[in-house]
């Protein structure tokens, strides 16, 4: 079966860091770019970052730059996001998503910070 | 930055009904405009891609279309399992940007 499967979420405190992974089975990463796209509680999708498939190429949105880091291992088949400098409104549900198409998501990792 | 802006935030509709969601495009986006459909607690799953291309195993009853700056998703004959909420997404520019969402209710 293909999915993604995100974990690494947690309660931390503000100013705190957290580092998600992703983990794809029956397909392989390498053939694809990935994403990462949030969801505050109750709204709706945000976009965060993206990488190409040899980890060349990377872009992330104006709110998270300097303090996420999107990075792959394609040998684990696996999709990280590394973010420091946590705030308030970076609380959300992160959702790690397949391709420039994003056209197969994960269910999702928590990510609360709150002091 | 691409603003996305869908028609309504909520829409209350009727089983079998014909339901189009519109979403407009801050400036021209030619086709790269796609759909999906998350389920309360569920991940959003792709509908249509390139603005009416059907992404596979997606019902027939969806269908979208347009191009430039406006677009269109239509439900035909409506089922209860459609009640979910739906949201564009451009993949022109960066940074990648979704609509606000449109939250269908199934009378």
């Known amino acids: 079966e293909v999915q993604l499967e995100e974990s690494g979420g947690g309660l931390v405190q503000p100013g705190g860091s957290l580092r998600l992974s992703c983990v794809a089975s029956?397909?392989?990463?390498?053939?694809?770019?990935m994403n990462w796209v949030r969801q505050a509680p109750g709204k709706g999708l945000v976009w965060v970052s993206r990488?190409?498939?040899?980890?060349?190429?990377?872009s992330y949105a104006d709110y998270v730059e300097g303090r996420f880091t999107i990075s792959r291992d394609n040998a684990k088949n696996t999709l990280f996001l590394q973010m420091n400098g946590l705030r308030a409104d970076d609380t959300a549900l992160y959702f790690c998503?397949?391709?420039?198409?994003?056209?197969?998501w994960g269910r999702g990792t928590l990510v609360t910070v709150s002091s | 930055e691409i603003v996305l802006t869908q028609s309504a935030d909520f829409q209350s509709v009727t089983p079998k009904e014909k339901v189009t969601i519109t979403c407009r495009a801050s400036q021209s986006i030619g086709s790269s405009l796609h759909w999906y459909q998350q389920k309360p607690d569920q991940s959003p799953k792709l509908l249509i891609k390139?603005?009416?291309q059907s992404f596979s195993g997606v019902p027939s009853r969806f269908n979208g279309s347009g191009s430039g700056t406006d677009f269109t998703l239509t439900i035909n004959s409506l089922e209860a399992e459609d009640a979910a909420t739906y949201y564009c997404?451009?993949?022109?520019?960066?940074?990648?940007?979704f609509g606000q969402g449109t939250r269908l209710e199934i009378k």
């Open positions: 390139f603005a009416s």
């Open positions: 997404h451009q993949t022109s520019r960066l940074p990648l940007t």
């Open positions: 029956g397909f392989t990463i390498s053939n694809y770019w």
């Open positions: 998503a397949k391709g420039d198409l994003v056209d197969l």
């Open positions: 990488i190409d498939n040899d980890g060349k190429s990377i």
